[in-house]
Structure formats: C-alpha cells, structure tokens
C-alpha cells in the first residue's frame, strides 16, 4: 500500500492564481481531511468528507473547496490564491476520523 | 470549546528520559493522541489512549491521562537523537455530521542533546 500520497511537494503561486492539490489514499478509507500547518498554531482542520459525495467545513474553510467524487480521491481547490495561503498542507485519511494517516505534505507559497 | 495547549520546546540530553506535557478543554474527548512530526515529513501516529484509561504504556513510550485535570503527558524513556522531532497531542471528538474531528495542540519540539 502506498498509504496517503500528496501531489505536488512543493509550488509556488502568484497572488490570483488557482490551483489544486491532490490527495489519494489506497486503504479503502472512508474518512478523508485537510489540514493546514502553520508556526507555533498547530494543524487546523480546512474540510473533510466522511465519505464519497460527502464534504464539510473544518475551522478554515475560506479560500478553499473541496469534493469528494470518489473514495480514494479528495482534492483541495485554492480559487485565488492569497498570501495568507501560504503553509504546509497535509491531506490525512481514516477508518472513521480516529487514527489518521498523514500524507508527506506539499509545501504552498503564494507571492 | 476545544483548546489545546503544549509548551513549544523541550532540551534533554541522551539517555535521560523526556515528558511532554498537554492540556486540553473538552472533556467529552473519546481518544487523546500523540503524533511525531520530523523535518519535512508528514505527522506519523505514535500512540494514543482511550478516554477512560489512565495509562498506556508501549515499549519506550507512557501516556498518561488525568482527566479530571484534562492533562495528558507523554514520557520518552531512554530518549536517543532520533527522537528529534515534534510532537503534536491531539483530541478527537465526535462531529455532529458524522465522524470524528482531531482538534491539534500547537507541538512541541523535543531537541536532544550529546
């Protein structure tokens, strides 16, 4: 298995632009999310989805969409990027929300 | 409300044994977690602990849980360099959507010395 992948690892945007991130997991889990991580504030929680056809807002939703049209997929959509994008993002996945796997990560700057 | 609070920097020197300490706030928390992140990588699972448990010990690792005072520390025994890392605790709590969400204290980094 290759557990939670994330595409690309690291980009670079200009303000306004629009991009999406991916995610895939091959461990059939139901339980998908994104996080953003930020110095000294931990991991907050941007979406999630309990399942296929099913998303919802986490803490920082702004900015950000997301859809869940298949189990193993789960990519974040950044509209028009702006500065305060800028963070480390981690796509995680899980049997019900409890033990989460992380991907790697992808490294976002927006200029 | 969910709060949870870690200190931000931990020094111990090789061999000696580490505790990182967290408080949360919401006590209807069903599993408390504690995740390793190392430089560049994504948060790996290091273990984590049932609500109505008070410890749980796994090889070098011992959590444990107060949950009257909603404290949960985590002990590195024998702590080595590759122990070098953050550390992030974590309460997962039951979405009214369904699920279950991870509320993340903000890591502390655990620096070892030679």
């Known amino acids: 298995n290759a557990g939670v992948t994330q595409t690309p690892k690291f980009q670079v945007l200009k303000t306004g632009q629009s991009m999406t991130l991916q995610c895939a997991q091959d461990m059939n889990h139901e339980y998908m999310s994104w996080y953003r991580q930020d110095p000294g504030m931990g991991l907050r929680l941007i979406h999630y989805?309990?399942?296929?056809?099913?998303?919802d807002q986490g803490e920082v939703p702004n900015g950000y969409n997301v859809s869940r049209s298949t189990t193993e997929d789960f990519p974040l959509r950044l509209l028009s990027a702006a500065p305060s994008q800028t963070s480390v993002y981690f796509c995680a996945s899980s049997i019900t929300g409890d033990e989460q796997f992380f991907g790697p990560g992808t490294r976002l700057t927006v200029l | 409300g969910e709060d949870v609070e870690q200190s931000l920097f931990l020094s111990v020197r090789e061999g000696d044994s580490s505790v990182i300490n967290c408080t949360y706030t919401?006590?209807?928390?069903?599993?408390l977690y504690w995740y390793k992140q190392e430089p560049g990588a994504g948060l790996q699972l290091l273990t984590y602990?049932?609500?109505?448990?008070d410890m749980k010990q796994d090889q070098r690792l011992t959590v444990l849980l107060n949950k009257k005072d909603k404290h949960l520390s985590l002990r590195i025994a024998d702590t080595q360099t590759g122990d070098s890392a953050i550390y992030f605790c974590a309460e997962s709590m039951i979405l009214t959507g369904g699920g279950n969400k991870l509320t993340f204290g903000t890591g502390t980094q655990l620096k070892v010395e030679l």
């Open positions: 602990i049932f609500s109505n448990m």
């Open positions: 989805s309990v399942g296929a056809g099913i998303t």
């Open positions: 919401d006590s209807s928390s069903t599993y």
